[in-house]
């Protein structure tokens, strides 16, 4: 079984998002990782874009897939993880810590609140295999 920290918020598009104040950082889940296999190369926004959410905001490349991210939450890139240009592989060993994709000043805080829980998210992946 896939890893679902309880302390985040879950997409149906598999991405996560931890929030701290007015800020969000975002990544993609541990099933997600698994789900592409070996991740070669992230595409990243630069700092200062804005997103609403559920809108893509950069590619994860693997060995068996180019697929799009998708912003949990609305709100402006403020921090991009600049180590996965050299180092992707760090989505597939630590999703939910040195492998996070990028930060965000929350425009709406209320988006939140319409992400699944943990436990949600595990049922919502059960579901879906």
């Known amino acids: 079984m896939s890893n679902i920290p309880e302390d985040l918020h879950?997409?149906?598009d598999h991405e996560w998002v931890r929030v701290e104040g007015d800020t969000g950082t975002v990544g993609i889940t541990d099933?997600?990782?698994d789900s592409l296999g070996d991740v070669v190369f992230v595409e990243l926004p630069r700092v200062g874009e804005k997103f609403e959410a559920h809108e893509a905001f950069g590619n994860?490349?693997?060995v068996?897939?180019?697929s799009e991210l998708f912003c949990p939450?609305?709100?402006?890139v403020t921090e991009v993880n600049e180590t996965l240009q050299d180092e992707p592989e760090k989505v597939n060993t630590d999703p939910y810590g040195a492998?996070?994709?990028i930060?965000?000043?929350l425009s709406?805080?209320?988006d939140v609140d319409r992400l699944m829980t943990a436990a949600e998210y595990e049922d919502y992946t059960k579901a879906e295999e």
């Open 31 to 33: 099933h997600a990782q």
């Open 99 to 101: 492998g996070w994709m």
């Open 73 to 76: 939450v609305s709100g402006e």
């Open 10 to 12: 879950y997409s149906k």
């Open 60 to 62: 994860v490349e693997s």
């Open 108 to 110: 709406d805080p209320g």
């Open 103 to 105: 930060r965000l000043r």
């Open 64 to 66: 068996k897939a180019v």
